[in-house]
């Protein structure tokens, strides 16, 4: 007993909604992206040479321990703040105008203090920064 007519059609399928779903979304994805891309600070990373760079020019390094502590030219500072650290930063100055600054911090360091260190720099009006790294042994 046969209730039903098997239909020999295909059934149809219309494509055209979800193109038009896709293309709006592609639309919305494209208006709403950004690509600016802002920077405050000029960084200048050092080269992996095995040679050092012979320097005349006045320095101020910035050390800064596992801890988050800071050492400015091997002289602790009494805490962490940001205003505690240029002060330090701006005694070490001096009277001089353009020193480079170097920045050297433990690996296990906070992402934290490089960056108040960073500010710090920033603040005081000083561009020629530099991050201290160990050359890799392979």
């Known amino acids: ?57 006045f320095k101020i390094e910035i050390s800064i321990d596992s801890q988050g502590r800071y050492f400015v030219n091997e002289k602790r500072v009494k805490d962490k703040k940001l205003i505690t650290l240029k002060r330090a930063i701006k005694l070490t100055l001096g009277d001089n105008k353009e020193p480079k600054l170097i920045i050297s911090a433990d690996r296990k360091t906070p992402h934290e203090a490089v960056v108040r260190a960073m500010d710090a720099a920033r603040q005081l009006g000083l561009t020629h920064l530099t991050f201290a790294t160990r050359q890799s042994g392979d």
């Open 1 to 57: 007993m046969m209730l039903r007519h098997k239909s020999k059609d295909d059934p149809e399928l219309n494509l055209t909604p979800l193109i038009d779903v896709v293309f709006l979304l592609l639309i919305f994805f494209m208006v709403s992206t950004t690509f600016d891309r802002e920077s405050e600070l000029s960084i200048e990373l050092p080269e992996a040479s095995g040679k050092v760079a012979p320097s005349e020019q």
